[in-house]
C-alpha cells in the first residue's frame, strides 16, 4: 500500500472560505485528515467555518463554531477521521479578518478502488483496502474471503 502523509497549514484565514494550504485530493487518490486544529490569533473570540469542497458545493462540517481569543479546536483526530475523496478540499473561513490559523494533518492512498456512496446516488471509486479474515474460518482451514475491485 502506497501511503503519503503531508501536513498543510494556512495563517491568517479571514472572512472567505479558504482551502486549507491549498489543498485539493488529486485524481485516483484517496485522503484521510488524521488531524484538523483551528487556532484564533485574535483577541477576541470568533465564529468559525469549516466545509467540504467537492469542486462544486460547499458542505459544512461545523457551522459558526465558537474558537475563544487565543484558543484552538480540534475538528478531527483520535477516533474522528474525515475522508476526502478526489477533487475535494477542506475550506475554513472565520467571522473576524486574518484570525485563524489552521493544520490539517493527511494520510493519502492509492491502493485499490471501492465504490462509496457520496449522498447523491451514484458511487465514486477510492483508493482504499479492505481486509477481513474470520479466524474461526482459518482454524477449520477453511479459504479466507477476500474482495478485488472490478
Known amino acids: 500500500?502506497?501511503?503519503?502523509?503531508?501536513?498543510?497549514?494556512?495563517?491568517?484565514?479571514?472572512?472567505?472560505?479558504?482551502?486549507?494550504?491549498?489543498?485539493?485530493?488529486?485524481?485516483n487518490v484517496g485522503a484521510v485528515v488524521a488531524g484538523l486544529n483551528i487556532s484564533n490569533t485574535s483577541a477576541s473570540?470568533?465564529?468559525?467555518?469549516?466545509a467540504i469542497n467537492n469542486g462544486t458545493d460547499d458542505f459544512y462540517i461545523t457551522h459558526r463554531i465558537p474558537v475563544a481569543a487565543g484558543g484552538a479546536v480540534s475538528v478531527a483526530g483520535g477516533e474522528q477521521?474525515?475522508?476526502?475523496?478526489?477533487?475535494?478540499?477542506?475550506?475554513v473561513n472565520s467571522s473576524a479578518a486574518s484570525s485563524l490559523d489552521v493544520l490539517?494533518?493527511?494520510?493519502?492512498?492509492?491502493?485499490?478502488?471501492?465504490?462509496?456512496?457520496?449522498?447523491?446516488g451514484g458511487g465514486?471509486?477510492?483508493?482504499?483496502?479492505?481486509?477481513?479474515?474470520?479466524?474461526?474460518?482459518?482454524?477449520?482451514?477453511d479459504s479466507i474471503l477476500s474482495f478485488k475491485p472490478d
Open 124 to 141: 465514486s471509486s477510492y483508493p482504499f483496502t479492505f481486509t477481513y479474515v474470520n479466524q474461526s474460518s482459518l482454524l477449520n482451514n
Open 1 to 27: 500500500m502506497a501511503n503519503t502523509f503531508l501536513r498543510k497549514i494556512s495563517r491568517n484565514i479571514g472572512t472567505s472560505l479558504t482551502a486549507v494550504g491549498s489543498y485539493t485530493v488529486g485524481a
Open 81 to 91: 477521521k474525515i475522508i476526502l475523496q478526489t477533487g475535494d478540499a477542506i475550506k
Open 45 to 50: 473570540q470568533v465564529l468559525a467555518n469549516i
Open 104 to 120: 490539517m494533518n493527511i494520510m493519502e492512498t492509492n491502493e485499490v478502488g471501492v465504490t462509496v456512496d457520496s449522498g447523491g
